[in-house]
């Protein structure tokens, strides 16, 4: 039996994005409204409510206005409407105007900062009774006899790198509910432990991944173009590498530029970084940052693989929502309506098992879902990204086909393959070589995590867990020449020589918890775990 101290609810909440809040702030309606007492707590491993939040972001309101539709009466931060969308071709130095597909139109749609967005769904949440725990990272799922999931624990604060406590120790709590729902997003450890417990990935495609990684500037008043969207696909990736660009301009004369890598990347001299910072040397780009100041910086992996990547969503005392069970729309750019659809139909079917007498009620959360626009959504456009797999050109032709004739309505479904299995041999692989950054308009790992406000407790214990210690020298290293130090955009991993034997040095205090170490590296070596509550990055307005 364990001692630590545990706190009953109806619903406890892993994670505080917008499916987690959604789902929390339709709970509390429901129940208000029937005159029900339902307990809701979130735990969020974040400092605060949305300092882990990173996206570009447009968002789409058609969630938003379901779950609360006077919105704008009661001050959400949706304050730039989309006023141009541009979608652009790149060469290494010229750039040519695509017909935006119907997806990609952002008409009536709203630049953000979602972390911003977040925030402000926080206090509607909290308004009606939702508990809300930032700073504590649920580490451990807890089972009933039965095997059913009984909640979650929080990580113990104050253990030393050695395991030994220290002066400020403090145990992890037990979070016990009915129902846990799991809203941590992209490859939340949790959620990863759950799908293996349960095997709700049996018969359905592996989810496949990007990693985005986005800067927000200051840009002079000549350059920006507030409700601006542009998009870009081409240079600097080649025709074999999956991804883009955005540019988006908000209001006070920023602009939010980020650009995204498909995680099936083949080459492992490939630097999703660097590639970034390159992109931004382009000859119509540049111009948008002459005379401007970058004042945050932040990385996020998301979820690619779509409809054919959904796995089984709920389970016994569980389910799973938002970009936790990949319901990113990829071409449309967009998964904060999605999430906080899944957030909505998930409370619903929540609300409806819990005002049933039959204890034994099941969750019909899965059959929601699937008659709900989310659903449809998600289904016509499953066949776009993984048609990327056929190399760019053929990609855009299948996609074309695919949105004007075909309609979605294709009597097949494409097939995805999984990331780390896709790297080629280093003795194989064409070498990159990037350019040095400038300081002005393009920077080095280091000096962009500074500007993330990443801190962590510096005596804990490594939550870059290796499975096999030598795995990253006889394999990593031997076969890839260490990819690591390239794909992750933080500069956590360094191979180091010490009496001329290389070594893996993990500088874990820089780990923005992008995940992207755990799904791209080449044998699954490398376990991704919370570190203690509050740790990681602190985004401002991003």
Same mark, same amino acid.
């Given at each position: 039996?364990?001692?630590?101290?545990?706190?009953?609810?109806?619903v406890?909440?892993?994670?505080?994005?917008?499916?987690?809040?959604?789902?929390?702030?339709?709970?509390k309606q429901?129940? /208000? /409204?029937?005159?029900?007492d339902?307990?809701?707590?979130?735990?969020?491993?974040g400092?605060?409510?949305?300092?882990?939040?990173?996206?570009?972001a447009?968002?789409?309101?058609?969630?938003?206005?379901?779950?609360i539709?006077?919105?704008?009466?009661?001050g959400?931060?949706?304050?730039?409407?989309? !006023?141009?969308?541009?979608?652009?071709?790149?060469?290494?130095?010229?750039?040519?105007?695509?017909p935006?597909?119907?997806?990609?139109?952002?008409?009536?749609?709203?630049?953000?900062?979602?972390? &911003?967005?977040?925030r402000?769904?926080?206090?509607?949440?909290?308004?009606?009774?939702v508990e809300?725990?930032?700073?504590?990272?649920?580490?451990?799922i807890?089972?009933?006899?039965?095997?059913?999931?009984?909640?979650?624990a929080?990580?113990?604060?104050?253990?030393?790198?050695d395991?030994?406590?220290?002066?400020?120790y403090?145990?992890?709590?037990?979070?016990?509910a009915?129902?846990?729902?799991?809203?941590?997003g992209?490859?939340?450890?949790?959620?990863?432990?759950?799908?293996?417990?349960?095997?709700?990935?049996?018969?359905?495609?592996?989810? !496949?991944?990007?990693?985005?990684?986005k800067e927000?500037?200051?840009?002079?008043?000549? &350059?920006?173009?507030?409700?601006?969207?542009?998009?870009?696909?081409?240079?600097?990736l080649?025709?074999?590498?999956?991804?883009?660009?955005?540019?988006?301009h908000?209001e006070n &004369?920023?602009?939010?530029?980020?650009?995204?890598?498909?995680l099936?990347?083949?080459n492992?001299?490939?630097?999703?970084?660097?590639?970034?910072?390159?992109?931004?040397?382009?000859?119509?780009?540049?111009?948008?940052?002459?005379?401007?100041r970058?004042?945050?910086?932040?990385?996020?992996?998301?979820s690619?693989?779509?409809?054919q990547?959904?796995?089984?969503?709920?389970?016994?005392?569980?389910?799973?929502?938002?970009d936790?069970?990949?319901?990113l729309?990829?071409?449309?750019?967009?998964?904060s309506?999605?999430?906080?659809?899944?957030?909505?139909?998930?409370?619903e079917?929540?609300?409806?098992?819990?005002?049933t007498?039959?204890?034994r009620? !099941?969750?019909?959360?899965?059959?929601?879902?699937?008659?709900?626009?989310?659903?449809a959504?998600?289904?016509t456009?499953?066949?776009i990204?993984?048609?990327?797999?056929?190399?760019?050109?053929?990609?855009?032709?299948?996609?074309?086909?695919?949105?004007?004739?075909?309609?979605g309505?294709a009597?097949?479904?494409?097939k995805?393959?999984?990331?780390?299995?896709?790297?080629?041999?280093?003795?194989?692989?064409?070498?990159?070589?990037y350019p040095?950054?400038?300081?002005?308009?393009?920077?080095?790992?280091?000096?962009?995590?500074?500007?993330?406000n !990443?801190?962590?407790?510096?005596?804990?214990?490594?939550h870059?867990?290796?499975?096999?210690?030598?795995?990253?020298i006889?394999?990593?290293?031997?076969e890839y020449?260490?990819?690591?130090?390239r794909?992750?955009?933080?500069?956590?991993?360094?191979?180091?020589?010490?009496?001329?034997?290389?070594?893996?040095?993990? /500088?874990a205090?820089?780990?923005?918890?992008c995940?992207?170490?755990?799904?791209?590296?080449?044998t699954?070596?490398?376990?991704w775990?919370?570190?203690e509550?509050?740790?990681?990055?602190?985004?401002?307005?991003?």
């Open positions: 039996m364990s001692d630590r101290e545990s706190m009953e609810y109806d406890v909440i892993v994670g505080a994005g917008p499916a987690g809040l959604a789902c929390a702030i339709k709970l429901l129940a /208000n /409204n029937s005159g029900n339902l307990t809701v707590c979130i735990v969020e491993k400092s605060e409510v949305g300092a882990h939040t990173l996206s570009g447009v968002i789409e309101t058609r969630a938003l206005d379901e779950l539709p006077d919105w704008k009466n009661l959400a931060p949706l304050n730039t409407p989309v !006023t141009e969308d541009r979608l652009l071709y790149l060469t290494a130095s010229k750039s040519y105007s695509l935006t597909p119907s997806y990609m139109n952002n008409h009536g749609n709203y630049i953000v900062s979602l972390g &911003n967005v977040v402000w769904l926080g206090e509607q949440a909290e308004g009606l009774g809300i725990y930032p700073g504590f990272a649920a580490t451990e807890l089972f009933n006899d039965d095997g059913s999931v009984k909640g979650i929080t990580g113990d604060m104050g253990v030393g790198k395991g030994e406590h220290t002066d400020g403090q145990q992890g709590m037990e979070l016990h009915k129902q846990t729902v799991f809203a941590e992209c490859r939340g450890s949790l959620t990863k432990a759950a799908i293996e417990r349960f095997d709700l990935r049996k018969g359905v495609e592996p989810q !496949t991944y990007g990693i985005g990684i927000l500037w200051e840009v002079s008043p000549e &350059n920006h173009q507030e409700g601006l969207v542009i998009h870009s696909t081409g240079w600097p080649d025709y074999q590498t999956y991804g883009g660009s955005f540019l988006y908000l &004369n920023q602009v939010a530029v980020g650009f995204v890598v498909g099936d990347y083949k492992p001299y490939l630097s999703p970084f660097d590639e970034f910072q390159r992109f931004k040397t382009h000859p119509d780009i540049c111009k948008t940052f002459e005379g401007g970058r004042t945050s910086y932040g990385a996020r992996a998301i690619e693989g779509g409809f990547s959904i796995p089984r969503l709920s389970f016994p005392g569980g389910l799973l929502i938002g936790a069970a990949g319901f729309n990829v071409p449309k750019i967009k998964g309506h999605t999430a906080m659809k899944s957030g909505i139909v998930a409370a079917s929540l609300f409806n098992a819990m005002s007498p039959d204890a009620a !099941t969750l019909d959360y899965t059959y929601r879902l699937s008659k709900s626009w989310l659903w959504e998600l289904k456009v499953r066949n990204r993984p048609s990327f797999r056929w190399g760019f050109w053929i990609g855009m032709l299948y996609s074309a086909i695919d949105t004007y004739i075909l309609r309505k009597p097949w479904t494409i995805h393959h999984e990331d780390h299995k896709q790297l080629i041999p280093a003795r194989k692989a064409k070498q990159i070589k040095k950054p400038d300081g002005i308009l393009t920077f080095d790992r280091l000096t962009s995590v500074f500007i993330s !990443t801190n962590h407790e510096e005596n804990q214990r490594c870059l867990q290796l499975k096999n210690e030598s795995t990253p006889t394999i990593n290293l031997a020449d260490a990819p690591e130090q794909y992750c955009p933080a500069g956590v991993y360094e191979i180091i020589t010490e009496q001329n034997i290389p070594k893996l040095q993990i /500088n205090q820089n780990c923005v918890h995940k992207t170490c755990d799904i791209k590296d080449p699954q070596n490398i376990n775990i919370p570190p509550g509050s740790g990681g990055p602190n985004y401002p307005n991003m």
